[in-house]
């Protein structure tokens, strides 16, 4: 895939988490399991459709110690993308929520944390931002997938672990605390990654040679589909256009 597509794709996995975020200052308060909720729907719509979601990718970074490359520079075009969209949705958002007395005090409240206990958070939250997407990915049926990515992505919300992109939505919806902001936001980045990838690691470890076989494999014939799928679509595209 090429980086503009994923960048794309990023990008439009940011505006979801964007719309997730304002799900979550809007109902923390009155509905916080819906608010909670709101988080896996989207994740799961992410999932579905294939999106490229820096928090939902950095636990595959080292999944193949020959791709590593690869992976590394499409993560970051994934989290530019994912920046650019969660940023520009909170932008046109704070113009159709002219008062937003609701959740400046929520996310100034939120960025009012040291860095030792953001960068805590934000591993915990890479851990299951992973279990998650991998736990559907693995799951018998969709079902039992969908509750797993469900009460991973609830719990995020819930405890109120600090998500990266979410917390640049925050930002950019208020235009309060920016600095502060931004800086947890930075500290959530790396965090983030970081939890995925030793939860990752830790979960290879545990395996059988033959059972991490088998999910490689898995996970090359999923993005194989899905560039099949993408191509066979610009096909038909321009098969109708000429």
């Not at 999106?51 to 992976?71: E, I, M, P």
């Not at 959740?103 to 100034?108: S, T």
């Not at 995020?156 to 930002?171: N, Y």
């Amino acid at each position: 895939m090429k980086k503009t597509q994923i960048f794309v794709s990023a990008f439009l996995a940011g505006i979801l988490i964007g719309v997730a975020g304002l799900a979550e200052l809007l109902l923390r308060d009155t509905l916080p399991f819906a608010a909670a909720l709101s988080l896996g729907a989207v994740l799961l719509a992410i999932t579905v459709l294939n999106l490229h979601l820096y928090t939902a990718k950095a636990g595959y970074l080292l999944w193949d110690s020959t791709t590593v490359g690869k992976r590394a520079v499409h993560l970051l075009v994934s989290l530019v993308g994912n920046v650019v969209g969660a940023g520009a949705v909170g932008v046109a958002l704070g113009y159709v929520f002219k008062s937003r007395g609701f959740a400046k005090e929520a996310v100034i409240e939120r960025f009012d944390v040291d860095p030792k206990s953001a960068a805590v958070s934000a591993l915990l939250c890479g851990i299951l931002m992973f279990v998650a997407v991998h736990g559907y990915r693995r799951a018998r049926n969709e079902f039992v997938g969908s509750l797993v990515l469900f009460g991973a992505a609830s719990a995020i919300v819930l405890c109120g672990f600090e998500h990266s992109i979410t917390d640049v939505f925050f930002v950019a919806f208020t235009r309060t605390s920016m600095l502060r902001g931004l800086t947890v936001a930075g500290i959530a980045v790396l965090g983030n990654l970081v939890g995925a990838v030793l939860f990752e690691l830790l979960y290879e470890y545990k395996k059988s040679d033959s059972e991490v076989r088998r999910e490689q494999e898995a996970e090359e014939e999923a993005e194989s589909s899905s560039h099949r799928r993408h191509h066979l679509h610009h096909s038909t595209g321009d098969a109708e256009n000429n």
